[in-house]
């Protein structure tokens, strides 16, 4: 029960955004009297992650300072009232400023939820927790956009009510955790003195990996539906059952790691970018939509492995005392890739000549992804010997 309530939180900041994007037309039209609504009402959706990005590092350092269960306790609070402020506001402003509000408190569970698994858990049993988060991500998030759209018929009000569910959050955090001390804590995942005493620069590495992939990792969850349009299919609720469909590889991607696990992050991120250029191939050449949405699916199986190994091997190197400082430093990179992924994708569509083309050039970087990471798989195992 300790890491299900643990687990569960990360569904929250699945929520502060697909729950809403269902309605996100009615919003448009409630505010359509408002200067610049076009740019506004959008922000009501992508506020929270903003924020998430920016202040990752930042709930990071508070959980090391202040403690983490009594921070996390605080941002339920917090989250379920900014969250469901709306169904009494009437200004657009006041709406989004409820929604910074409720990035502030999605970056503090999301960072320091994580971080307790990373107290409470070590060796296997930590993984396992950890690549949860991944799946369950993925999986609440074809929930929450399927509530989002049956609460929808009832007004754009409605679905604020879910908001309500971190008061259940906070009940369990509450009944099945504790307060944990340096000397109380699990014992460091990483054995060597060096990692231990000084993270940082190995952090930055694993950082910088990150965002290359979490780069990779949201261009079929963002272009997917695109891509099915200019093969042809014109049908929204097909569209949005076989994006769906494709994005259960993340799922099966985070078991096949939880299998494998044992292999080591060079190792494993060797399978996952060969998986992830092998997906962007085969979606790059697709003629048809089947084709196309089989290298989805192999793309988000490498994606729902490459995840895990990079939060996994980040917090195995961060001692108790860092440890939410560092995994706010790797989640806002996470979520800098994700901002990143539309960029990225608009510029190669722009220079390649579009969408497909570009697909097939991402494949290209993965696969020098996939050269560096056997490059240091051989260069460590000379070392080794």
Known sequence: MTGIS????????????????PVLPRLMAEYAHVPGHDYLVPMVLTLPSLCVALLCPVAGLLGDRFGRRRLLLMAFVLYAVVGMA???????WAILASRVAVGIAEALIYVLSTTMI???????????????QTAF?????????????????????????????????FAMVWRYTWDTEPAAATPKAS???????????????IVAITIYGSVFFYTV?????????????????????FTSLASLGV???????????????L???CAEFALIAAGFAIMGHSTSVPMFLAGCFVNQVGGGMLLPTLLVWSISLLPYEVRARGTGVWQSSFALGQWLSPLVVTALSLHWGGLMPAFAVLGHAALAGLGVAVAALVVSRRAAT
Do not use: C, E, K
């Not at 956009?145 to 259940?168: I, K, P």
């Not at 799922?251 to 992050?265: D, E, H, S």
């Open 6 to 21: 643990l687990l569960l939180p990360i569904t929250l900041t699945t929520m502060a955004v697909v729950l809403l994007a």
């Open 86 to 92: 709306p169904l009494v506001l009437t200004s657009l």
């Open 118 to 132: 990373g107290d409470y858990f070590t060796g296997p049993a930590r993984d396992r927790w950890l690549a949860g």
């Open 137 to 169: 991500a993925s999986v609440s998030a074809l929930l929450f956009f399927n509530l989002g759209g049956v609460l929808g018929d009832f007004g754009w009000r409605t679905s604020f009510w879910v908001y309500g569910a971190a008061l259940v959050m």
């Open 191 to 205: 054995s060597a003195p060096a990692a231990a005493s000084s993270p940082w620069g190995r952090l930055a590495v």
């Open 221 to 241: 969850q963002i272009q997917a539906s695109s891509g099915l349009v200019q093969l042809g299919l014109v049908s929204a609720a097909r569209i949005g059952l």
């Open 251 to 265: 799922p099966l991607g985070t078991f096949v790691y939880t299998r494998i696990a044992g292999q080591g992050p």
């Open 267 to 269: 190792r494993l991120l």
